[in-house]
């Protein structure tokens, strides 16, 4: 019982340490699975085009990105209507210009390389959690100067 207790305490540390991160691993990798399934569908069972389903997957992603950016993983506190303007603001022009690349990454698995698009659809989304876990950390969601 005391070795049990130990662990979870040692377990809630390092969580408390490495929360954020922590977080944003959980919903970037459920961020990555709404992407994916919702391209798969779109792409393998309703035939749409790459691009259309691309854009299509991306904007219900990002959806569900800000949400569960907002609330648990940087737990913003802007409630002013400027405030929270501004933040969603940048978080979609971030999520645009790393959305704009991802697609360049996807067409060029797809047309110069000639490859599976749903394999390269994945290669992007690594390539954009990275690039969205740093913009959001270091611009869009700062922590207010109390």
């Known amino acids: 019982m005391i070795e049990e207790m130990t662990v979870l305490t ?23 699975v709404v992407s994916v399934v919702t391209y798969s569908i779109f792409s393998a069972y309703l035939h749409w085009t790459y691009t259309v389903s ?28 400027k405030g929270l303007f501004r933040e969603i603001w940048q978080f979609y022009l971030a999520r645009i210009v790393t959305g704009v690349i ?4 996807l067409a060029f698995g797809v047309q110069v390389l000639h490859q599976n698009d749903l394999l390269w659809n ?23 100067e109390e």
């Open 10 to 32: 040692d377990f809630k540390k390092i969580f408390d340490r490495y929360r954020e991160s922590i977080l944003y691993l959980f919903f970037g990798g459920a961020t990555f």
């Open 54 to 81: 691309y854009v299509l997957s991306w904007f219900l992603a990002v959806l569900f990105a800000y949400l569960t950016n907002r609330i648990w993983v940087f737990q913003s506190k802007v409630t002013d209507a």
């Open 102 to 105: 991802g697609w360049f990454i």
């Open 122 to 144: 994945g290669i992007q989304n690594i390539f954009v959690i990275i690039s969205n876990y740093v913009l959001s950390k270091l611009y869009i969601f700062k922590k207010i």
